[in-house]
Nanobody, 122 residues
């Protein structure tokens, strides 16, 4: 079993900050890519940012300049620092990880977290 456990969501006023965290636990290793997605009511899930195991980062336009993704490979953890939040950032945020099974490196794994709600009040 593999789980992504997310934390850090909540209610914040526009212009404020939140830091999301996600830790991968269970039979997964060599997580080469971790990312954060979000889904607002009535909209499709969309990528926010991603980071490789070597630290290369990618941001969609929605978070460019305001969000910072980081990770700790030793702890299988990824963070998303969100600053200058806007009401449009209100959504459920999901963590995602791509790696391989701990006991079988030929078995790829893609895992999703359960989601954490971020609400930005104007």
């Amino acid at each position: 079993q593999v789980q992504l456990v997310e934390s850090g969501g909540g209610l914040v006023q526009a212009g404020g900050s939140l830091r999301l965290s996600c830790v991968a636990v269970g039979n997964i290793r060599s997580i080469f890519l971790m990312g954060w997605y979000r889904q607002a009511p009535g909209k499709e899930r969309e990528l926010v940012a991603s980071i490789t195991d070597s630290g290369n980062t990618y941001y969609e336009d929605s978070g460019q300049g305001r969000f910072t993704i980081s990770r700790d490979n030793a702890k299988n953890t990824v963070h998303l620092q969100m600053d200058n939040l806007k009401s449009d950032d209100t959504a459920v945020y999901y963590c995602n990880a791509d790696g391989v099974h701990r006991r079988n490196s030929m078995r790829p794994m893609t895992v999703w977290g359960q989601g954490t709600q971020v609400t930005v009040s104007s």
